[in-house]
C-alpha cells in the first residue's frame, strides 16, 4: 500500500501562486500514474491533473495554462505548480496514486 503525504497548502491572495507536494512512500512509486484531485465545500471532488510515469500530463479545462503538475521519481514525490490563483480554486486538495491511495489533503483558500 502507497501511503501519500501531502503539503503545501495556505491562504493566499488572487493572482498568488503556491506549489503543492506528495511525497509517496514504497519501492514503486515510478510505476504509477499520479493525479491531484480538489473537492470544495459543498461539491463533488474533482480531478485537477494527471502525470503518468513517463510524465505525460493532462489537465481540467478550468486549471489549464495556470497549473503545472511534475514528478521526481528519485524523491517519489509529485507537485502541482499553482499560478494565477482564483478564488474558485479554493478546496482541499488531494493527491492520488492509480494504485488506489490517497492523501490526507491540503487546504488552498484563494482569497483578499
Known amino acids: 500500500q502507497v501511503q501519500l503525504v501531502e503539503s503545501g497548502g495556505d491562504l493566499v491572495q488572487p493572482g498568488g501562486s503556491l506549489r503543492l507536494s506528495c511525497t509517496a512512500s514504497?519501492?514503486?512509486?515510478?510505476?504509477?500514474?499520479m493525479a491531484w484531485y480538489r473537492q470544495a465545500p459543498g461539491k463533488m471532488r474533482e480531478l485537477v491533473a494527471t502525470i503518468s510515469r513517463k510524465g505525460s500530463t493532462n489537465y481540467a479545462d478550468s486549471v489549464r495554462g495556470r497549473f503545472t503538475i511534475s514528478r521526481n521519481n528519485a524523491q517519489d514525490t509529485v507537485y502541482l505548480q499553482m499560478n494565477s490563483l482564483k478564488p474558485e480554486d479554493t478546496a482541499v486538495y488531494y493527491c492520488?496514486?492509480?494504485?488506489?491511495?490517497w492523501g490526507q489533503g491540503t487546504q488552498v483558500t484563494v482569497s483578499s
Open positions: 492520488n496514486a492509480n494504485s488506489g491511495s
Open positions: 514504497g519501492s514503486i512509486f515510478s510505476l504509477l500514474t
